[in-house]
T-cell receptor
């Protein structure tokens, strides 16, 4: 069983740039959720993709967008980067599109904005 | 916004002692989950307890849920240095928001050898 993998592991960008983060879900899972975790805080829900459709969204502006592909891997895109976007971005995969299942997390992408 | 709030924020104990962490939440839930995060890594799922359950065990872990008080506790017995990590509770919602988990800020547990 292949676990959740994220790439890249670290990334440095400057304000105003755009970034794409990638996530491969665990085999057998059809749902990917993305979270932003600031230093010393708990993860904040960004959005979820279930069977290639956005299934729900947290309190993040539209410059945070995503995709899910037919193999259930996913991308998180952030446009017009701001200093406050510096954080650990985590993806988690699960099955069935609800929160009633354990979520399996990758090790995250550490994004630093200069 | 954070739904769950863990207490204490930090806990330091000796190896072999028990560690208890608490979580309070505000709105109705359909399940509550506990996760562990080692420094700089992803979260690892520990236990899921459904809203109609009161207690669950997994190895050295015991979780309780009191929906009338909107609170949960995680007990780790006979702690080991390898248990040093941050522990988060996460609440799963019902109804229109049933897709998401809402995490607290976490408890940092340090187990000293």
């Amino acid at each position: 069983e292949t676990g959740v993998t994220q790439s890249p592991t670290h990334l440095i960008k400057t304000r105003g740039q755009q970034v794409t983060l990638r996530c491969s879900s665990q085999s057998g899972h059809n749902t990917v959720s993305w979270y932003q975790q600031a230093l010393g805080q708990g993860p904040q829900f960004i959005f979820q993709y279930y069977r290639e459709e956005e299934n729900g969204r947290g309190n993040f502006p539209p410059r945070f967008s995503g995709l899910q592909f037919p193999n259930y891997s996913s991308e998180l895109n952030v446009n017009a980067l701001e200093l406050d976007d510096s954080a650990l971005y985590l993806c988690a995969s699960s099955f069935g599109g609800s929160s009633n299942q354990p979520q399996h997390f990758g090790d995250g992408t550490r994004l630093s904005i200069l | 916004s954070q739904q769950g709030e863990e207490d204490p924020q930090a806990l330091s104990i000796q190896e072999g002692e028990n560690a208890t962490m608490n979580c309070s939440y505000k709105t109705s839930i359909n399940n509550l989950q506990w996760y562990r995060q080692n420094s700089g890594r992803g979260l690892v799922h520990l236990i899921l307890i459904r809203s109609n359950e009161r207690e669950k065990h997994s190895g050295r872990l015991r979780v309780t849920l009191d929906t009338s008080k909107k609170s949960s506790s995680l007990l780790i017995t006979a702690s080991r240095a390898a248990d040093t990590a941050s522990y988060f509770c996460a609440t799963g919602h019902s109804g229109g928001s049933n897709y998401k988990l809402t995490f607290g800020k976490g408890t940092l547990l340090t187990v000293n050898p």
